[in-house]
């Protein structure tokens, strides 16, 4: 990315909230109603409503994709370098919206929030989600914005599941879909990953049950420098921490953080558990766990992507341990069996999973290629 | 291994203890006395000394290597597959030695043992131990059994460290070492999923400083679950439990165990907490963080080795991601550049990091392969 294209931002953005009073009946059999969803939208929605691009973000992400809340925010969004004038998602082009997932603790309905039959935080009584019910919510936020398709749905993690959703629920909703970083079922390692997380963050006394005033800090940060670990290569933790010290030339022979590897976990934990919600992480790392396309089709994988429509960009990175690279050839050897206009590209990074959010270059040159494809397709 | 091997077995054991009353000055400066090493033998010394082979065991292994303490036991020894009469370490030709490490909690000396300055335990007041000090005390154990050199030193992962330190101590006391499954110098990786361990271990408020009379059950358990999903490999986790639900056709919607996965990894925790002390996981995994041998040789692995004289056989497994084969290659390089005698095997399994324990056929047919020319050699 150039100098000048780093300059280019949205610039600020407000936060938006849409009230779906009804609410809706979940997957697990429970009403969720009322249901807020906080969005931001950058660009402008053209006359004929058909170059509205939505962004899905990760387990840890929110709304704000791009842009500054105030001129004091020290932090862009955090997809800033894929989103704005000029970028790959371009905004002097497109429509692009964000949502923060239901379930969530960034201004959308998640346990947090307060249940109006208590007056209280839902706390526990909250009702699972699922990637399909982020999804049924987001469509009603999709039919309030006046959009009947979306020119594409893009999203890496756990946003690239709730883009495979979105193709499979709504196929006749969207032109394109680009799921990054993802996989199309949950491996058993990533369940295991995520149960252990969870029962960092279960066994603080200070979760006390899921009502807590005060976050249960320590479970919640160890189940934060665990995924932490996941999300970086083996490569890439040797090349940026190596086994250097991080205060003295030798050995504190005690328990404290002697590796800069630990003061760095130590320090990704303790910011985690000042914006992020402990029953949230709960939440959604449950609803990662039980996604997975063909839980109808006895495993089949062509079979559960047989309602998709949309062509597709599929990406993954070599050095992905958390969503290898096999799990989204699987994907694509489904999609192709099926017929569908798929391209994919394994990207060379020594990022790991983080890539998707590194990889500006790379990645924001085949998605800028795919969209302007989308567009001659049209003409 | 044929059914006849596995029927053969060195039968009833039973666990000696060695004080080294004056006890040893540790690489932290500290002091540790008395020590006592909790040892095993089986087999045979022989006349002059020269058919014996100390075998190493990793974390959380221990002397109890073959055959069974009682014939009520319903399991023997943790490598009975290996070491037995007619087995690859052949206990009709071998004197086959294994000593638990000091830290530990089988026998020998570590921090749930009575400090006798305090008649206490130990608790944090224990000194901090790393790889070497473990050798130096075995040392002191082969000196007592009146062993001048072993013929071999073997063992996996934490007991590869071992082997690899008293080539580097001792080089004039061994014939050959094997190390199998293990690294030369601890990645940032490792040391990370130790510090999160750690940190669920010292975060459990059971823990008390390390002053408890009931384990911090908990936090041991969250400890030990993470580390066993460091040991299996993602393709072995999907063999063995896909996305298997353990108790009924569907979703439970809640946050209790789902998956067969769940289940295991809570069920390995429960008889993990029963047999292993938590301080014990505390020392130990801190003595694998600081293991390196290039400490001393700013990163330069063969100036590391270049104290190693004896014939060496290095084995790694192809998916084996804690310690990936790149690791024993690294090695291997620094071995090969100093001109020493060693041989390499990259097994092909899909077992991960315990395969070390499971691919008896080719590792035992590898070793014994090693240990006859050895033989060869000496006539």
Not at 174 to 201: C, D, H, K, M, Y
Not at 316 to 342: A, C, H, I, Y
Request: aromatic content about 10%.
């Amino acid at each position: 990315m150039n100098p000048d294209q780093r300059k280019q931002s949205v610039g600020i953005v407000t936060p938006r909230h849409f009230v779906i009073e009804e609410g809706l009946k979940l997957q697990c059999g429970q009403v969720l109603a009322p249901i807020t969803l906080c969005y931001e939208v950058y660009g402008t929605l053209s006359k004929n409503a058909d170059n509205a691009i939505l962004i899905e973000h990760a387990l840890s992400g929110d709304a704000h994709v791009a842009g500054y809340h105030s001129p004091e925010d020290a932090k862009p969004g955090w997809w800033e370098s894929m989103v704005g004038p000029g970028k790959t998602f371009d905004t002097e082009k497109y429509f692009i919206v964000c949502s923060n997932i239901i379930g969530g603790c960034s201004g959308s309905t998640g346990p947090s929030s307060i249940n109006p039959k208590t007056g209280k935080r839902y706390g526990m009584d909250f009702p699972l989600v699922t990637i399909a019910d982020m999804v049924h919510a987001q469509k009603k936020l999709m039919d309030h914005l006046k959009i009947r398709k979306w020119l594409c749905v893009a999203g890496g993690s756990m946003g690239g599941m709730q883009v495979l959703r979105w193709a499979l629920l709504y196929p006749d909703s969207l032109v394109s879909a680009i799921p990054i970083a993802t996989s199309s079922r949950i491996s058993p390692q990533s369940i295991a990953f995520n149960w252990v997380g969870r029962e960092a963050i279960m066994s603080d006394p200070a979760w006390n049950g899921g009502n807590y005033e005060e976050q249960p800090d320590k479970g919640l940060a160890i189940a934060r420098m665990l995924a932490h670990i996941t999300y970086l290569s083996e490569e890439s933790m040797r090349r940026k921490f190596g086994r250097k010290l991080q205060f003295s030339q030798d050995y504190s022979f005690d328990f404290d953080k002697d590796f800069s590897v630990e003061s760095y976990l130590e320090h990704q934990g303790m910011r985690f558990v000042e914006r992020f919600d402990a029953n949230s992480y709960l939440y959604i790392t449950r609803a990662i766990d039980y996604f997975d396309v063909t839980d109808k089709t006895g495993g089949d994988m062509a079979k559960g992507l047989e309602k998709m429509k949309c062509k597709c960009l599929v990406v993954s990175f070599t050095s992905d341990w958390l969503f290898p690279p096999e799990q989204s050839r699987e994907m694509v050897r489904g999609m192709l069996k099926n017929g569908l206009d798929v391209s994919y590209c394994n990207i060379e990074s020594s990022y790991g999973h983080d890539a998707f959010l590194l990889e500006d270059d790379t990645l924001g040159r085949l998605i800028s290629n795919f969209l302007s494809n989308l567009e001659t397709d049209k003409e």
